[in-house]
T-cell receptor
Framework: NAGVTQTPKFRVLKTGQSMTLLCAQD?????MYWYRQDPGMGLRLIHY???????AKGEVPDGYNVSRLKKQNFLLGLESAAPSQTSVYFC???????????FGPGTRLTVL | KQEVTQIPAALSVPEGENLVLNCSFT??????LQWFRQDPGKGLTSLLL?????REQTSGRLNASLDKSSGRSTLYIAASQPGDSATYLC?????????????FGKGTKLSVIP
């Protein structure tokens, strides 16, 4: 039981490049979330999903897109990376909408 | 908009001491509150979840209390150990607009000195 895993762990992009971050969970959770963590800002919700095939915007969705084609996977895409998207990205999942959230180890992204 | 504040930002205590971490929030109409632990370079680990109808939750040496009316929660750690050194994050769960979302504080960095 791996819990929540994230791929890749580290990535460096140039401005304008695109990439996809993958989150996978093996706990059969319905709800999945993408957060970013920046120094002095705390964690902020980017997008979330309440089940397979659904997505919704969080607090800071601009510049990101997401997809949940399979229940166990939640993908975060950056179509045209900007230096302001340099951050640590965390994925989380939960059984219920108010339940305990289980986090992945994070992806450290640097955009030059 | 919900705002969550954690004071102090950093705390250093000798091993064995009991300690309290504080969390305050601006909107008392919350769904629940969660406490997390984050080790350097790692993800968050869920410690405790308190529903809005509860006053406290306990897990081992950890006890979290919630006073919704005053917009405060505390995390009490008994008999602290060096392994407790980490950043502790408070997150308030709101269910406004039909969706549940967590608003995080910036954390308290705890160092337990052997």
């Amino acid at each position: 039981n791996a819990g929540v895993t994230q791929t890749p762990k580290f990535r460096v992009l140039k401005t304008g490049q695109s990439m996809t971050l993958l989150c996978a969970q093996d706990m059969n959770h319905e709800y999945m979330y993408w957060y970013r963590q920046d120094p002095g800002m705390g964690l902020r919700l980017i997008h979330y999903s309440v089940g397979e095939g659904t997505t919704a915007k969080g607090e800071v969705p601009d510049g990101y897109n997401v997809s949940r084609l399979k229940k166990q996977n939640f993908l975060l895409g950056l179509e045209s990376a900007a230096p302001s998207q340099t951050s640590v990205y965390f994925c989380a999942s939960s059984v219920l909408a108010g339940g305990r959230q289980f986090f992945g180890p994070g992806t450290r992204l640097t955009v030059l | 908009k919900q705002e969550v504040t954690q004071i102090p930002a950093a705390l250093s205590v000798p091993e064995g001491e009991n300690l309290v971490l504080n969390c305050s929030f601006t909107d008392s109409a919350i769904y629940n509150l969660q406490w997390f632990r984050q080790d350097p370079g790692k993800g968050l680990t869920s410690l405790l979840l308190i529903q809005s109808s509860q006053r406290e939750q306990t897990s081992g040496r950890l006890n979290a209390s919630l006073d919704k009316s005053s917009g405060r929660s505390t995390l009490y750690i008994a008999a602290s150990q060096p392994g407790d050194s980490a950043t502790y994050l408070c997150a308030v769960g709101d269910s406004g607009a039909g969706s549940y979302q967590l608003t995080f504080g910036k954390g308290t960095k705890l160092s337990v000195i052997p």
